[in-house]
């Protein structure tokens, strides 16, 4: 079974210019997760979809973010335009169900690098 | 508000020494914890979760963590680290009730041959 694939796995781009990160979940997990981790920092939750309804954007840092999760299967990310404070790893999560019992599965995270 | 603290930034043992990894939590009586590890250029695994029962519990790898409410934490520990457990550990606790984490900083592992 695949797991959570994430691409790109590295993106640098200049300040202004927009970026998309794309998430894969494992097949047949409705919830969807985005967390970002920016350096020295903790891994901090974004949002979470369940199939595709945002069901808590909480964690998104402004109106630059953009998430979307199309059919409720992969979920993208955009940045537009980017900052410098963007950069960072951020990494998507899913799990069967949304309950705090169940076990999230992580993908290798995109490391986004503006200049 | 919740939180999750580890200490420690980074840690260097020994192959073969035993290691303990420190995790304080804030807020709530009985938190969902879990410890995950990240080594070089891989995602995010689950080494071990508590939610419940037995304040001991094991995980993969060899690793186990003790949960301890009097004390807030929930440390990870392992006899003998192999060269192989070099990585960055992180702490975590569930957040709200539909299964989003907090996390702690991170504490990276170096091991010594």
């Known amino acids: 079974e695949a797991g959570v694939t994430q691409f790109p796995s590295h993106s640098v781009i200049e300040k202004g210019q927009t970026v998309t990160l794309r998430c894969d979940p494992i097949s047949g997990h409705d919830n969807l997760y985005w967390y970002r981790r920016v350096m020295g920092k903790e891994i901090k939750f974004l949002l979470h979809f369940v199939k595709e309804s945002k069901q808590d954007e909480s964690g998104m840092p402004n109106n630059r973010f953009l998430a979307e999760r199309t059919g409720g299967t992969y979920s993208t990310l955009k940045v537009q335009p980017a900052e410098l404070e963007d950069s960072g790893v951020y990494f998507c999560?899913?799990?069967?169900?949304?309950?705090?019992?169940?076990?999230?599965?992580f993908g290798q995270g995109t490391r986004l690098t503006v200049v | 508000a919740q939180s999750v603290t580890q200490p420690d930034i980074h840690i260097t043992v020994s192959e073969g020494a035993s290691l303990e990894l420190r995790c304080n939590y804030s807020?709530?009586?009985?938190?969902?914890l879990f410890w995950y590890v990240q080594s070089p250029g891989q995602g995010l695994q689950l080494l071990l979760k508590?939610?419940?029962?037995?304040?001991l519990v094991q995980g993969i790898k060899g690793f186990e963590a003790e949960f301890k409410r009097s004390q807030s934490s929930f440390n990870l520990r392992k006899p003998s680290v192999h060269w192989s457990d070099a990585a960055e550990y992180f702490c975590?606790?569930?957040?709200?009730?539909?299964?989003?984490?907090?996390f702690g900083k991170g504490t990276k592992l170096s091991v010594k041959p």
């Open positions: 508590y939610f419940s029962g037995d304040t």
């Open positions: 807020y709530g009586a009985t938190p969902y």
């Open positions: 975590a606790r569930v957040g709200g009730s539909q299964g989003n984490l907090i």
């Open positions: 999560a899913s799990s069967q169900r949304s309950r705090a019992t169940t076990e999230a599965f």
